[in-house]
């Protein structure tokens, strides 16, 4: 019974038996279905440890039960001769599996052969299968009456010859059945025991004859022996019709890791680079289609994956995210939505499309007194003091309609954005993008659709590349009491297109506002608006003794008056009475030196129309 009898080594042996015990998983995970499948799919429907993409490509390659259509595969017996005889077909399959197969599996598989509707094979095969000579039954599947032992004949030479067999088949496992002790009752548990005691793999046809030998004729029965054994766990049968002890699976995953190895190690042959992405087929395109309008939005990364079979450690993934990336921008069903997300194609709602007015920072003219007394004018850049030339181009201090997005200090990209709000964005419900790394959702499309989530809640906002804004957050900032300076963060989620929107009830240092100071800005507010004062005048009664940072007046002077941070720089910049405190960036306002207005070293830097 030694494997070398076959010419094979044992590790020889065990290699074959692994490649079969796969193929025979491969087979019966395909089968049926409605589609074929590609090896990628393949690899996620059957669940065997040690299988690599390769190894599983090598196998089907090899084996005359399976074939390849447009890098698809399903069972050979598909492709065949539909003019061939029904049952010539059922038996093929079952021939194919090597174990009985349920009604559905058939019936599934045959609607592909013959293109009827599976439900119409699922009323017929009963009446087929009930055939006794044919094919025999276990539980709610059904096998080939040829893999049972024939026993129509009390001697054993007939046996032998009835069920196909020879006599140096029969010699070689003799040895195991000695002391065996076959009865009705133990026929699983003997079986179990003899397979232990075999050197090698035993037909199941001549584990069957040993136990006729002690049962007998006139107590035996194949197909109860048969289903006793197909259904122990202690065993198990391939498509050979050989039976396995059951822990010969560990070695199998042993022998398929090892092989995977190797073929890992192969150049890629024109075969397998065939099957690369080079190309999306018509029936490629429309699976990639319906898989987006199903799912709402999906990542060219998933789509490749569950399709074309390009995961992320793929040397073609690049090429490949190109190639997918043109065939869907040429089809007006789908839309891309940022990043490498793409969804079914939908209509925005309009008031994205604009900057709502209360967040338009408007042009400030000069003021002038009746004495003729100038305020408010632009400085160019080289006129600003202090720390102001690089604190411009904070995004705390800049705004929408008040940014320089090329020149703005943005914070590093990553999974998370920090973001403050303010108090007309929180009236608007509104974000500006110059608080957010533009790597962090994209610079294009001009409009990026995304979910936030909020403890559950799920909410659609949209980003407007063009006016620079984020929209549709007025539900998320009405939890949020503080005035201004609540800090909340942006994260990137598993999910392509979803975020988590989180506040933890940080106020930040320059931009919160508490309620006692609200009151006194909105006064301010109040007389602004009732009174002729030029900005000047907000900046010192804001500014005051206390010092504050530039982002901190800019905030505080806008929910007085819209207005340009630039123009605040340069109102900074331009009075003796304005200063920052020693080397710190806090500014002060000195009521003694009010008096010697306007600065004369800053007249080169005031701006012409």
Not at 8 to 32: F, H, N, P, W
Not at 181 to 197: C, E, M, R, Y
Not at 207 to 221: M, P, Q, T, V
Not at 582 to 609: H, I, M, P
Request: proline content about 4%; glycine content about 6%.
């Amino acid at each position: 019974m030694a494997s070398t009898a076959t010419g094979l080594s044992k590790k020889e042996a065990m290699r074959e038996t692994a490649r079969r015990y796969l193929a025979d998983q491969i087979y019966v995970s395909i089968l049926g279905k409605s589609q074929s499948m590609k090896i990628r799919q393949v690899l996620k429907s059957v669940d065997v440890k040690g299988i690599t993409l390769r190894l599983v490509r090598d196998v089907v390659a090899q084996s005359s039960r399976f074939e390849t259509v447009d890098r698809r595969w399903a069972a050979s017996v598909r492709f065949g001769d539909n003019r061939r005889p029904f049952e010539r077909v059922v038996q093929d399959i079952l021939v194919s599996a090597g174990v009985p197969l349920g009604i559905d599996k058939l019936a599934g598989e045959l609607a592909q052969v013959y293109g009827r509707p599976a439900e119409y094979y699922e009323q017929m095969l009963p009446r087929i299968l009930a055939d006794g000579e044919k094919y025999f039954k276990t539980g709610d599947a059904h096998g080939l009456a040829s893999w049972l032992l024939n026993v129509t004949s009390d001697d054993e030479a007939d046996v032998v010859f009835d069920s196909f067999l020879s006599e140096d088949q029969v010699a070689r496992f003799t040895e195991a059945r000695l002391a065996a002790g076959w009865t009705v009752d133990n026929i699983a548990d003997t079986a179990a025991s003899v397979v232990k005691k075999c050197k090698d793999p035993i037909p199941l046809k001549i584990l069957a004859l040993l136990a006729w030998r002690e049962i007998g004729s006139e107590d035996f029965d194949c197909v109860d022996f048969n289903v006793a054994v197909l259904a122990d766990d202690r065993t198990i049968v391939l498509s050979d019709q050989k039976v396995y002890q059951a822990g010969v699976v560990k070695d199998i995953h042993k022998a398929l890791a090892e092989i995977a190895e190797e073929l890992a190690q192969l150049p890629m042959d024109a075969e397998e680079e065939a099957e690369g992405p080079i190309a999306v087929t018509d029936t490629d395109k429309e699976e990639i289609i319906q898989m987006i309008l199903e799912r709402g939005s999906v990542s060219l990364e998933e789509l490749l994956d569950a399709v074309l079979e390009v995961g992320p450690d793929d040397p073609g993934l690049p090429s490949a995210l190109e190639i997918l990336r043109e065939v869907l921008a040429a089809d007006d069903r789908v839309m891309w939505l940022g990043g490498t997300r793409w969804g079914e194609v939908m209509q925005f709602p309009e008031e994205i499309n604009e900057v709502p007015p209360s967040l338009v920072a408007p042009e400030v003219q000069p003021f002038e007194t009746p004495e003729g007394d100038v305020y408010d004018q632009m400085l160019e850049e080289d006129g600003f003091d202090g720390n102001l030339k690089s604190a411009v181009y904070d995004p705390l201090a800049e705004d929408v309609t008040d940014e320089d997005p090329a020149r703005t200090m943005y914070q590093p990209n990553g999974d998370s954005q920090r973001c403050v709000l303010k108090y007309h964005h929180k009236q608007e419900g509104t974000l500006p993008l110059c608080q957010i790394n533009p790597d962090f959702f994209g610079v294009e499309p001009e409009i990026i659709p995304i979910v936030l989530i909020d403890e559950g809640k799920r909410k659609t906002a949209y980003l407007n590349n063009t006016t620079r804004l984020i929209y549709g957050l007025k539900d998320l900032y009405k939890d949020i009491t503080e005035v201004s300076g609540a800090v909340f963060h942006i994260e990137k989620t598993d999910r392509p297109g979803e975020y988590r929107f989180r506040f933890d009830g940080e106020i930040d240092s320059q931009l919160g506002i508490d309620l006692n100071r609200s009151l006194e800005l909105l006064d301010l507010k109040a007389r602004f608006e009732s009174s002729d004062m030029p900005i000047y005048d907000v900046i010192r009664d804001i500014v005051g003794k206390q010092g504050m940072a530039f982002a901190q007046i800019v905030n505080e002077v806008n929910i007085v008056k819209r207005c340009s941070r630039l123009l605040i720089a340069s109102i900074l910049s331009s009075y003796h009475a304005f200063h920052t405190r020693g080397k710190s960036d806090q500014w002060l306002f000195d009521e003694k030196k009010a008096s010697q207005g306007f600065n004369k070293t800053k007249r080169k830097y005031v701006k012409k129309d």
